[in-house]
């Protein structure tokens, strides 16, 4: 246990120097239009909108808003190129395509790097190791699965859908536009996909990769715009399947808007994983994977480990090296490789975080943040976390989607459970202990799609994730994330 | 002098139990002339909320059962039913089958159990994965129950269509409350003393009697239900039960226009539509 004898001065005089990522190899254009059958054209309404660095506030692009006119192009665009060509083209050529932009995303990865950060707010280390390699990774898996279908329905002829419409969020762009393409296209479906709107320059980039790699135009659309652009997709009758990731509030005003229509949806949704840590784990690596499980990404991660639940005999322990540890994670610029925590993705999402803070506080929380300095422009937010918190506080039943922890304790495994699975949500969770049939009983028992035993945060193409209960209908990854995309014939 | 038979009374199955609704409401079934077959329990929301409760209580031990367990419940099932063929070919009969039509439904609705029992054990194994993933981990998929799932079995069959819905659902170690046939309600019921013959636990399988129309949004909508399959219904019900079933983001399964009499209305695509995939992530290490 850390004493103040042996305990490590982390405020002492040493300072990490300025590491920061190089961008002279980057470009990014003025103005981005929307790229519809094979080409970036302007919007029809002629409105653009800016794009951010939210860790300087500086405007880094315009990028075309596009309307349900352009919706309508681009879903046209995909039926022509779903009928005319995709579909007709041998699944095997089809995996070629997929292959070229997996290895076009490899050759360009650190541009693509430096972009994400500099458009989402994230640490250069993060968007470097995870996303763009992970991104590249799974149009890899995924071209290798279009001439091989029918191996992974047994009993199933399975065809592709037609066309598919793809909505994903901020937090991980590059990585989640990869989720919705490759499987989608491997299946043999043709695409208009929606990148967020304070994140959307990876996706215009990666429709310069899709051009490069030589698809046929329309094969891949990309549409950028917020809210209603999203509602003009979902609504089209032209769409085929809606994939969407996002909020459980627009997952269900978009299952409802689906209703009574022949459109396939699968939703990702949100998340308030429990991460438990049990007496007889490994407290070190513990405090790692808690680290990484709310602080990765500043929290803005749908299966974050937002709740904390420690067996009550270690519970000091655990809070006093976890908050050592906190001492140490370097929050500012997102483009030094130093950085731990980048900046929060937009105002209004470190709006939502602070209300949050202010709200744990009034419920009677004990908030605790580390102490490190923050710059003055951009948007910032310490390692959070709160203590004294119970099941019913908002703090531990809602999504913050920010690097904001809520710790609670326990003393048997049955309350651990309850605890845990007490939740609309059912996403992920994590589970920390030496003992290897504890840990099956309680990956067994966590409602979740995704469970980590002594890890977390980890992903990985061949892996299916998605969620149980409110989190989500559907997976994405590994064989199971084919079904999404694919009419499997059987009684629908 | 000619012996009176004894009539029965057609009751609902909540948790194990025969009760009647709690409603005390009825409505008459009659045969093709008008003659009153028997008094059917008009089943009420809060007969329905009673079964979910019983549901869901009985739900983790039924996950927990050992496959093969669930496996010989099953078709223990279809041992019971056999016995009691000549009933239910009767009751097919009252109901306006012919005496052909009759025997060929409850022998299907037999052999479908029979197929659902062996699958229980082996549908795990079919769509469960090992995945390769580039980091140091044994990471693998499998399948668990969604849950509670509510089922509103088809109308135009009186058992071989709640047998088809309810033998894949419980199979896949979920429990269940069904709205049997309201055209045709009479075999559900006595499905259900079946049921309460063949050890199946008391709340696995509960079935309601009543109106469709009062009580399906009830069940697209209560939120301690996580599945929902439906069988047929226009375009009006299927847009209700999607946009209720919203509220939980409940799985939507629709089941319409199925001719569960023909050999590939069985596959274990059925069982595998109220599962969720589970993937777990264990480090591989000294």
């Not at chain 1, 309350?415 to 049939?437: M, R």
């Not at chain 2, 696995?204 to 599945?227: C, K, P, W, Y």
Request: charged fraction near 25%; proline fraction near 5%; include cysteine.
């Amino acid at each position: 246990m850390a004493t103040p004898d042996n305990k490590l001065a982390f405020d002492g005089g040493w300072e990490y120097a300025p590491a920061p990522e190089s961008t002279d190899h980057v470009t990014i254009r003025k103005r981005y239009g929307l790229f519809i059958n094979g080409e970036f054209v302007a919007p029809e309404k002629g409105r653009y909108f800016d794009t951010l660095n939210p860790a300087t506030e500086e405007k880094l692009s315009r990028v075309a808003e596009a309307s349900a006119a352009d919706v309508d192009k681009a879903v046209k665009a995909a039926r022509d190129a779903y009928r005319n060509v995709w579909s007709r083209m041998k699944p095997a050529e089809r995996g070629k395509y997929i292959y070229r932009i997996a290895r076009i995303i490899q050759e360009r990865a650190r541009e693509f790097a430096a972009i994400e950060s500099l458009d989402g707010g994230k640490p250069i280390r993060e968007s470097r190791d995870v996303d763009i390699p992970l991104a590249a990774a799974h149009f890899f898996y995924y071209a290798g699965w279009a001439d091989k279908l029918e191996y992974a329905f047994p009993g199933r002829k399975p065809r592709p859908l037609g066309v598919a419409g793809q909505i994903i969020p901020w937090n991980f762009p590059m990585l989640m536009a990869a989720w919705k393409l490759a499987p989608a296209l491997a299946c043999g479906n043709t695409v208009v996909l929606k990148p967020a709107e304070t994140t959307p320059l990876t996706a215009l980039k990666l429709a310069e990769v899709i051009r490069d790699a030589g698809l046929p135009p329309g094969v891949v659309n990309i549409v950028t715009g917020a809210g209603p652009t999203g509602a003009a997709l979902v609504e089209h009758p032209g769409v085929d399947k809606i994939a969407f990731t996002g909020s459980t509030n627009v997952g269900k005003i978009i299952q409802r808007a689906l209703a009574g229509t022949s459109k396939k949806y699968t939703l990702e949704l949100g998340g308030k994983a429990a991460n438990i840590v049990f007496a007889d784990a490994a407290i070190d690596q513990a405090v790692e994977g808690i680290v990484n499980g709310i602080f990765f990404n500043q929290g803005h991660v749908c299966c974050a480990g937002s709740r904390l639940f420690v067996q009550e005999s270690v519970a000091d322990e655990v809070i006093s090296k976890l908050k050592d540890r906190m001492e140490t994670l370097i929050v500012g610029d997102p483009m030094d490789k130093n950085t731990d925590i980048g900046a929060i993705n937009s105002k209004m999402q470190l709006e939502k975080i602070e209300s949050y803070l202010k709200i744990g506080q009034q419920e009677g929380g004990e908030m605790y943040q580390s102490a490190c300095r923050v710059p003055k422009q951009g948007y910032w937010c310490r390692p959070t976390l709160f203590t004294g918190v119970s099941q019913s506080n908002r703090v531990v039943q809602e999504e913050i989607f920010g690097p904001v922890l809520a710790i609670q304790t326990f003393r048997r495994f049955d309350e651990a459970i309850t605890k845990a699975n007490n939740t609309p949500y059912g996403l992920s969770g994590g589970v920390w202990t030496d003992k290897g049939s504890k840990i099956f009983k309680m990956t067994q028992s966590l409602r979740a799609g995704v469970v980590w035993a002594n890890t977390f945060n980890k992903f990985d193409p061949a892996s299916p994730f998605g969620g149980y209960k409110e989190s989500g209908v559907g997976r994405e990854g590994g064989l199971h994330g084919l079904d999404a995309y694919l009419d499997l014939g059987a009684h629908r | 002098m000619t012996r009176i038979p004894v009539a029965k009374t057609y009751k609902i199955y909540i948790g194990g139990k025969f009760p009647r609704t709690e409603s005390g409401r009825y409505f008459p079934l009659e045969d093709g002339k008008g003659n009153v077959i028997a008094n059917m329990c008009r089943g009420s929301r809060k007969d329905f909320r009673n079964a979910v409760v019983a549901a869901r209580n009985a739900q983790p031990g039924w996950a927990k059962a050992s496959a093969y367990l669930r496996g010989q419940i099953l078709y223990r099932i279809a041992e019971m039913l056999e016995g009691r063929r000549d009933q239910f070919i009767g009751e097919l009969r009252l109901q306006g089958a012919t005496q052909r039509a009759a025997e060929k439904e409850v022998d299907l609705a037999i052999d479908r159990l029979i197929y659902f029992a062996g699958w229980a054990d082996k549908y795990q194994q079919v769509f469960s994965a090992v995945n390769p993933v580039s980091s140091a981990h044994f990471n693998f998929s499998v399948l668990e129950p969604t849950g509670v799932v509510s089922i509103l079995a088809p109308d135009d069959t009186s058992l071989l269509g709640l047998v088809s819905n309810v033998a894949p659902a419980i199979a896949g170690g979920n429990t269940c409350i069904v709205l049997a046939s309201e055209s045709k309600p009479l075999c559900a019921v006595s499905f259900a003393e079946v049921l309460h013959a063949s050890d199946v636990p008391g709340g696995v399988v509960n079935i309601l009697t009543g109106f469709r129309s009062e009580l399906v949004e009830q069940f697209a909508s209560h939120m301690d239900v996580n599945a929902i399959v439906y069988c047929d219904g226009g375009k009006k019900v299927a847009t209700s039960v999607q946009q209720l079933a919203a509220e939980n983001v409940k799985r939507v399964v629709k089941r319409t226009r199925v001719d569960w009499t023909r050999d590939d209305a069985q596959d274990p695509y059925l069982i595998r539509d109220t599962q969720e995939v589970k993937t777990t992530w264990h480090p591989i290490g000294t």
